[in-house]
């Protein structure tokens, strides 16, 4: 298994990066009011890519053997969201395990297709509830709350406009920027863990998937999860000292109706055991069909379709 500080490091900066605002506005006012805006779109299209590598150059022999199927870990997705119905596609990457995914939304009806299922149909609603669905946008209004405090307390540069081809055409923006320290990064992901380890909600929707479809094989069981995400904080405030957030910078791109267009977040995080490991990360995302009609092809799906869980 990975290394517990690899793991929680990991999740942390992958719940802060999958996030997301008059008087003469600051840069990081305008910034937190283009949020705001865009987590309100009736419909848009879009584009996220979330790269990790790791440089193992300086690393232990352990840990080179423990990451050397992890080096470089890619997750590429594709949206299209219309008035609560969605697609969107899931591509996840390293150098050992390739997963593809579609997940379908429409109405109050949920699917996965993976190819870790025969790219069967996984009937979502029999495994998260309507409860499930509305703690979850409880949870996105906390983690958006976290990140608009942390921000806003930041004074962010204004870097000037520029136009940008987008597939709507060329779009005038405006760009902003941010530079975190080691110091105030950890107090974000510090805040992060200690959402994570009061929300209900993560411990659920992590237990119920891991029962519906963990191998009966694994040697993990549900008690060390819950032990993990119970002590989620205390693990992360343990092993501060044992990593160093190098730099983490946004930078900002919105158009005249103060929606996002582009958004990027990159940082470097350099973990100091017995010997050292640097992690680089990068995000990016792109929105375009703002507010405009985007059809939306769902399948027909049969029951022979759907995969069943053989527990």
């Known amino acids: 298994m990975i290394n517990k500080t690899y793991i929680t490091l990991i999740v942390l900066v992958a719940f802060s990066l999958l996030l997301y605002g008059c008087n003469v506005l600051s840069a990081t006012e ?36 423990k990451l050397k199927d992890f080096k470089d870990i ?14 969107e596609n899931v591509f996840f990457n390293t150098e050992s395990i390739t997963v593809d995914n579609t997940i379908y939304i429409f109405g109050k009806k949920s699917y996965l297709k993976s190819t870790l299922f025969n790219d069967k149909y996984i009937d ?14 409880k949870l996105n209004e906390d983690l958006m709350k976290i990140w ?43 805040d992060l863990a200690n959402l994570i380890e009061n929300n209900s909600n993560i411990k659920d929707i992590i237990l ?23 002590n989620l904080k205390d693990n992360f405030e343990s092993n501060k000292k044992k990593f160093e957030i190098n730099k983490l910078n946004l930078t900002a791109k919105y158009d005249k109706d103060n929606y996002i267009i582009e958004q990027n977040i990159k940082g470097t995080i350099i973990l100091k055991n017995k010997g050292i ?35």
């Not at 979502?124 to 946008?137: A, E, F, G, T, V």
């Not at 490991?277 to 399948?299: H, R």
Request: aromatic share 8%; net charge positive; no cysteine.
């Open 30 to 65: 305008k910034y937190l009011r283009a949020i705001r805006s865009t987590s309100n779109l009736k419909s848009f299209e879009s584009t996220e890519a979330f790269k990790i590598s790791f440089d193992l150059g300086k690393a232990s022999a352990k840990d080179k053997k």
């Open 148 to 190: 608009a405090n942390s921000v806003e307390k930041e004074i962010m540069e204004e870097e000037g406009s520029s136009i940008i081809t987008t597939p709507d055409g060329d779009i005038k923006v405006k760009q902003v920027s941010l530079s975190l320290n080691n110091e105030k990064a950890k107090i974000i992901l510090g």
């Open 277 to 311: 490991v640097k992690v680089n990360f990068t995000y990016d995302k792109k929105y375009w069909n703002i507010n405009k009609k985007i059809d939306i092809k769902i399948p027909k799906i049969k029951d022979s379709d759907l995969w069943i869980s053989k527990r």
């Open 124 to 137: 979502l609603n029999k495994i998260y509830s309507d409860n499930d669905i509305d703690k979850n946008k």
């Open 208 to 230: 119920k998937t891991f029962k519906e479809y963990n191998d009966e094989k694994s040697k993990v069981d549900e008690n060390k999860i819950n032990g993990w995400l119970d």
């Open 74 to 87: 890619s997750i590429n997705k594709d949206l299209k969201y219309s008035n609560g119905n969605i697609v």
